[in-house]
């Protein structure tokens, strides 16, 4: 039957199944060459951008602290052409995984202590990720690591690049003990817009949204009322970490 079917095709069905000419040949390499050439380039344009950025903000320390308006607008300038040639679609869904791990945030110009000042004191500002648990972490740590506070929340998805991050308790660990947490006022909560996301680096902006914010309501803070509303009102440009020892991302409650 084998036989049968294959004498049934005919020698005509196979008339067609020549070998590639060596000028198509030529054609499909040269395709392969242009294609590996240009994603080369555009992994050089993205590290230069990175670079860039951090090299803008060095002089103002790490994390950046009263950057000037006209600095912050060249980052801004700098993100926008990163965030461009974003390489993950679907952050906040189908690639959400990319967003794992520890996270240093090098750069926000977000009010404090989200940008990494608390009072008069400046710390180690980390956004942990945990996507198996769907658990997320802002930690600002001191004396290092000896001394951190924990903004603990989880997220609902909005869409495929955003999340609404529902902030749920803050707490204190001090010297491996940990205090006990204070649970926000419900509906304490911020937009996350992931607008890049790589190996090593992350841009989020982000914005009350409709949210409250209880910084805002006791006025710990002077800064316009108005401001930060926007669901992309401050940037965070981050770089990824490793995992402190001993340290990890724990649950909300």
Sequence with gaps: AFLLFFGALGADAFSSMSPATPLQLHGHMHSSRVHLFAGWQCSQKAADLKARILESTATFGDPAMQVPASVQQDVDTLAKDLEAMNPTPQPATANSAKLDGWWRVRYSNAVPPSNGQLGPFVGEPFQVVDIATGSYQNRLSFLGGAL??????????????????????????????????????????????????????????????????????????????????????????????????????????
């Design 148 to 253: 951190q506070v924990v903004l603990s929340a989880d997220w609902d998805v909005r869409d495929d690049a955003t999340w609404r991050v529902n902030f749920r308790t803050l707490g204190v660990e001090a010297w491996g003990n940990e205090l006990p947490k204070i649970r926000f006022p419900e509906g304490t909560a911020r937009t996350w817009c992931m607008t890049y996301t790589d190996d090593d680096t992350r841009i989020v902006r982000a914005g009350l949204d409709g949210g409250r914010s209880v910084a805002r309501d006791i006025g710990l803070y002077d800064y316009d009322k108005e401001g930060g509303q926007a669901k992309d009102a401050f940037i965070f440009f981050m770089t990824k970490d490793s995992s402190p020892s001993g340290q990890s991302n724990q649950s909300v409650n």
